[in-house]
């Protein structure tokens, strides 16, 4: 009854702490005598006043006992513990109580009988007597098995004599051994493991999910076997050993068998599963905590298979970064391996009181190490040595004293960094077994990818066909298209495939390319994108990739939020998980984990029970040479200390990413923050949060993949044994928008909303059609903005710059933002901007009017105009210039070749690239820097003083009054007209001729069938005098009026 309400752990360290220290703990166990069944380190013990329950401590864990024998138990246990504890208790009793098959045979009768003379040999030296007194006053029968025991009853009297007869001579023989009794007891152990390694394995009969019979066999020094039918014992096959077993999880049976039934489910380091049924939840614990238990004494001494069976205080360990009872060379070795920093400090168990800590660091300049005591009491308090306050946990420990400095033995000292165990941590926590061989290593060009190491297979320029675009990278262009091949007996082979071209503004990263491609052409992983091979042909350089035919992740689910569930979507981590695992084994990092890097092959079939399929795309341009903007604009997938120097590039970088694209599938592919806001770096600087889940399992893992500390985050395979937990029959009764994150919990920061119009567009959705036009400066573009990439997206305009100077990208900004103020249904619509490589390439993003200039629409269809619709043109025109001098703009580049049909009975105003806005205290705007100008729409005053109004902008109204009814021709145009009265001019000179025409009253000529009221108000517009032009209200009217005498 003592019993009551203890926890297993407590129990253990109750009976080991007299002599036993925690290194050696976890090599015990708990079994229950009636059936054998051993309690996981979890068990938290109910004791029924009317059961009479037996219990055994024991060793459960025996790793390749020979070595165990040979250089464990001598170095580490005392004699006295080996005596009394280990050899008659266990192995010795388990050996002649026949706990274990042991084969009765005559071969065999004489290994048994050689045993039964070691042990009265033991037996003899521990009583200071002769081995003859023992065998005259113990019956030998007593040193052997059961079963032999009956066995040599069952003979008659005339051979029972004859064995007993030549065990006394060997026991004369021997008589005068000088082995000790600790020879004589190992020697004892290590005979028992070459005749009954039985002995140290245990066995679970079990059924599979097609109600097949199974044994499954746990040995230390092998792994997991298992044999179906009959087959003899030894016969068995191995399916994995333990550092192989990602994760173990536990659920309740067929509801058809039994109600107590539980079905283990084994993940290997492969994605294979082995599911078992056992037959109670206490069996399939007892074998958990087996598998469990080796992994954490051979693989990884700070990890668990599975949270049912793990022990309260591996997992405080665990979530305070708390190495187990590593030595205290190891601890030193690991801090100088880490770089000796000051402040970095690890915490550790103690390897020789249960209740103590150490807090292990570097202090001083010459480096030395101090070790301060942590105490935990009975209560549960954790004291620091010297200090008065207690705390509840390790946590609230370190994180109060991560504020103050600490003293010691004359050093200040501060605690800024925890160094966590690590998984690849080789400490005297684990065991090294005799048929655990050295590791492999990778090909150097895995370990770092120098361009001289580089592999991948060449793809000649003609066996491809380039077909239609598919967006655009950073810094590539996108398309699909075929690559063929011939084949062994000369067919041509056709396939799909993925072309990434790199954009030759960019050429100064082929390398960090060809590097990506080099990498993803070594590694061969099933959710891992296939890489055909790279084509360079001139100064174009390709990279010819697997073609996923449902496209990115991110757009995947936009599309599909409706049909796409919280199963769909774990499935799809838990892929990636895999993915990432892999390469994290082989010591990889990809830096770009994202969802759009994320290529869905195949949809989910629910019919069939298909899952969907994913492949991780290639990184692109490594971190380490992107420029700073790039970086802030991937914030936050690139992580915090990337940002701050990309040389901090490591393992932990891919689990931030992972972290934040688990965040992009919760959300349906949303974006985690606005992108408009240049204030993103803030993000990291004020350490904040992606909005988290309501589902706490789920937050949780997202936010410990996201920790600012990079050695805080979990390895995958503690990932995937995390996102395996949460396929739980609870699962099912969450419903979709637990799944999603909260935005409203992240107040003070922009997280991005998705509800509304995108103000600024992403470059890789941007299809191109075709161009619409190009300048000196800058050019149009036709494309479709396609986010969901199915053909369905918007037709916009997109304009950009031919030269990226910081003065015309200073220009740029300054006409994006004037349009961006202009709503008015005259003038083309702002939709967004588009940036890229960092806000160092910039479009605008327009509505698309189909019907292109006025200019040309003129030109086009003359035939179909009379005056009226000019009119209705004019007016139109005027309106929007009107607005526009409302908000104190000027245009300064009013002509038809400016303004855009959108129908034929509407027009927009366009191009504000000359665009100024009016000072508040003046009415005219003074041009002072240098640029070209179109000078035969300028007014005298632009043209002698650079001086520019909404008076100089009516003059130029009045030459788009004469383009309309000269219907654009250019044999008519300004610039034709005046080259008419003096083409000996050039250059400068012909501003100077053009300002001496108009000084002498020279204005364009009336077009032929033009009003006469139309040409009155085109010289109206041309004024000499600024104060005697029009007001564009004024020229509204004027224009309205002639238009409605048109209708008679």
């Known amino acids: 009854e003592m019993l009551e309400g203890w926890l297993f752990a407590e129990i253990t360290v109750f009976i080991l702490s007299p002599g036993i220290g925690p290194v050696y703990c976890s090599l015990f166990g708990l079994m229950r005598e009636s059936d054998r069944i051993w309690f996981p380190p979890s068990h938290i013990f109910k004791v029924d006043p009317a059961a009479n329950e037996n219990l055994h401590f024991r060793i459960r864990f025996a790793v390749m006992f020979d070595w165990f024998v040979r250089e464990v138990l001598p170095l580490f246990l005392s004699f006295i513990l080996i005596s009394r504890l280990f050899f008659p208790v266990q192995w010795r009793s388990d050996f002649l109580n026949g706990w274990v098959h042991i084969p009765v045979s ?66 004369q023989q021997f008589n005068d051994c000088k082995a000790t009794v600790r020879n004589l007891k190992l020697k004892y152990l290590m005979n028992l493991e070459m005749l009954l390694p039985a002995l140290y394995s245990e066995r679970f009969h079990v059924t599979d999910l097609s109600a097949q019979e199974v044994t499954i066999v746990v040995m230390g020094n092998k792994g997991i076997l298992w044999s179906t039918g009959k087959e003899e014992p030894g016969e068995e096959e191995t399916y994995c050993d333990f550092p192989e077993v990602i994760d173990i999880s536990i659920k309740q049976g067929n509801k058809e068998g039994s109600a107590e039934s539980r079905v283990v489910t084994l993940t290997r380091q492969d994605n294979q599963i082995l599911e078992l049924e056992f037959h109670s939840l206490s069996e399939a614990l007892s074998f958990a905590s087996l598998v469990d238990g080796y992994y954490r004494l051979v693989a990884d001494a700070h990890h668990y298979l599975c949270k049912e069976i793990a022990s309260p205080r591996l997992m405080e360990c665990i979530q305070s970064y708390c190495h187990g009872p590593v030595s205290m060379e190891f601890t030193i070795g690991k801090l100088r391996r880490s770089g000796n920093h000051q402040g970095l400090y690890i915490l550790r168990c103690s390897p020789r009181d249960y209740n103590k800590y150490f807090m292990s660091f570097v202090v001083g300049t010459m480096v030395d190490y101090k070790h301060c005591q942590i105490v935990k009491t009975e209560e549960g308090k954790f004291i620091l040595s010297g200090a008065k306050r207690s705390f509840g946990s390790l946590r609230e420990l370190l994180h109060c004293y991560q504020k103050e400095a600490l003293r010691t033995d004359g050093y200040t000292f501060q605690l800024t960094r925890c160094c966590p165990p690590s998984p690849r941590d080789k400490s005297n926590l684990l065991v090294c077994r005799n048929n655990q061989g050295a590791e492999v290593p990778l090909s150097p060009s895995l370990h770092k990818h120098n361009i001289s190491q580089m592999v991948f297979h060449k793809i000649r320029k003609e066996d491809l066909v380039i077909n239609e675009s598919l967006g655009q990278g950073t810094f590539t262009k996108i398309f699909c298209g075929v690559r063929k091949e011939l084949g062994d007996y000369g067919e041509i082979h056709q396939m799909n495939v993925v072309i990434k071209i790199l954009d030759k503004a960019h050429r100064n990263f082929s390398e960090s390319f060809f ?138 970088t891919d689990k931030w990413g992972y972290g934040t694209t688990l965040w992009e599938i919760c959300s349906g592919g949303d974006k985690p923050l606005s992108t408009l806001d240049c204030s993103k770096n803030l993000f990291y600087e004020d350490r904040h949060q992606l909005p988290a889940p309501k589902w706490t399992e789920l937050a949780n893992l997202i936010n410990s993949c996201m920790d600012y500390e990079p050695s805080h985050r979990p390895s995958f395979r503690a990932v995937i044994r995390d996102l395996n937990s949460l396929f739980t029959p609870d699962y099912e009764l969450l419903v979709e928008s637990d799944m999603v994150p909260n935005r409203t919990r992240g107040v003070g920061f922009p997280w991005s909303s998705e509800n509304q119009e995108p103000a600024q567009f992403e470059e890789r959705h941007l299809i191109f059609l075709k161009q619409l036009g190009k300048g000196n400066f800058g050019s149009v573009e036709m494309c479709r903005y396609d986010p969901l990439q199915d053909s369905t ?82 007016s139109q025109i005027c309106k929007g210039m009107d607005y526009l001098a409302t908000k104190r703009y000027i245009h300064r580049d009013l002509a038809t070749r400016n303004i855009l049909v959108e129908s034929e009975t509407r027009v927009k105003i366009g191009d504000f690239g000359l665009t100024k806005v009016l000072p508040q205290d003046k009415e005219y705007y003074t041009v002072r820097e240098p640029g070209e100008s179109p000078i035969f729409w300028y007014a005298p005053e632009s043209l002698t003083e650079s001086k520019f109004s909404v008076a100089s902008d009516v003059w130029s109204f009045g030459v788009v009054l004469y383009e309309l009814f000269t219907y654009s021709d250019k044999s008519c145009s300004p610039p034709v007209f005046m080259d008419k009265m003096g083409n000996e001019k050039q250059g400068q000179m012909i501003v100077y001729h053009l300002i001496d025409l108009l000084k002498q009253g020279y204005r364009l000529p009336a077009p032929a069938n033009c009003p006469k009221e139309i040409h009155k108000v085109m010289m109206e517009c041309w004024s000499s005098d600024p104060r005697l032009r029009p007001m564009f209200k004024t020229l509204i009217h004027n224009v309205e009026i002639v238009r409605d005498s048109k209708d008679g």
């Open 793 to 874: 997206g918007e037709v916009v305009a997109v304009k950009k710059l031919q030269h990226s100077t910081a003065e015309h990208l200073r220009d740029f900004e300054r006409e994006i933002e004037i349009l961006k103020s202009l709503q008015h249904e005259n003038i083309v619509r702002y939709k967004g901007v588009c940036y890229s490589a960092g806000r160092r390439n910039l479009r605008l993003i327009m509505e698309y009017l189909p019907f292109g200039s006025l200019r040309d629409y003129l030109i086009k269809y003359k035939d179909r105009f009379d005056s009226k619709k000019l009119l209705h043109y004019a």
């Open 515 to 652: 590097e990506a491609a080099s990498m993803m052409s070594q590694l061969s992983h099933k959710h891992l994108l296939l890489n055909y091979g790279v084509c360079v042909c001139g100064d174009e350089n390709m990279m010819v990739q697997e073609y996923g035919k449902f496209g990115s992740l991110d757009i995947y689910l936009k599309k599909n939020k409706s049909c796409v569930n919280i199963t769909w979507k774990l499935e799809v981590a838990k892929q990636l998980a895999w993915a990432m695992h892999y390469l994290e084994d082989k010591n990889l990092i990809h830096g770009n984990v994202c969802a759009k890097n994320v290529l869905l092959i195949r949809e989910e079939d629910r019919k069939t029970g298909s899952l969907p399929f994913i492949k991780l795309s290639d990184p692109g341009i490594s971190v380490t040479v992107l420029p700073r903007e790039v970086l802030v604009e991937r914030i936050p997938w690139v992580p915090p200390e990337c940002i701050e120097n990309p040389q901090n590039l490591s393992l932990a």
């Open 106 to 171: 005559h071969e065999s009768q004489e290994e048994w009988l050689g045993m039964a003379v070691l042990d009265m040999m033991r037996l003899a030296k521990e009583g200071g007597l002769s081995t003859v007194d023992i065998y005259n006053d113990t019956s030998y029968k007593s040193f052997l098995p059961k079963c032999m025991r009956s066995r040599i009853q069952e003979y008659n009297i005339l051979t029972r004599k004859r064995i007993r007869y030549r065990f006394r001579r060997f026991i």
